[in-house]
Nanobody, 121 residues
Framework: QVQLVESGGDLVQPGGSLRLSCAASGSIYTINNMGWYRQAPGKQRELVAS???????NYAASVKDRFTISRDNAKNTVYLQMNSLKPEDTAVYYC???????????????WGQGTQVTVSS
């Protein structure tokens, strides 16, 4: 079984910073793309940032220049550094990873359980 475990969510004041982490564990052959999504109350889940195995990144326009996604392939971990946080960044943040569990198996999407980020004074 594969598990994604997120950590780092918290309550922070506007303008503050947080660093989210997501570690994948279990039966893993390789991990392709990894990403962070978020879902605010009453809204659809949206892509925040993604990163390929080779390190190419993609960001939502609303977080570009404030958030940075990175990964450590040796640790099967992806990070999201969030700076200059705004109240509109408040949401549950979910980690996503495309994982192949065996050499000839297909890629499958896995999700973490979510971590709450609240930006408020």
């Amino acid at each position: 079984q594969v598990q994604l475990v997120e950590s780092g969510g918290d309550l922070v004041q506007p303008g503050g910073s947080l660093r989210l982490s997501c570690a994948a564990s279990g039966s893993i052959y390789t991990i392709n793309n990894m990403g962070w999504y978020r879902q605010a109350p009453g809204k659809q889940r949206e892509l925040v940032a993604s990163i390929t195995r080779g390190g190419s990144t993609n960001y939502a326009a609303s977080v570009k220049d404030r958030f940075t996604i990175s990964r450590d392939n040796a640790k099967n971990t992806v990070y999201l550094q969030m700076n200059s946080l705004k109240p509109e960044d408040t949401a549950v943040y979910y980690c996503n990873a495309e994982i192949r569990i065996k050499v000839l198996s297909t890629l499958k999407d896995y999700w973490g359980q979510g971590t709450q980020v609240t930006v408020s004074s």
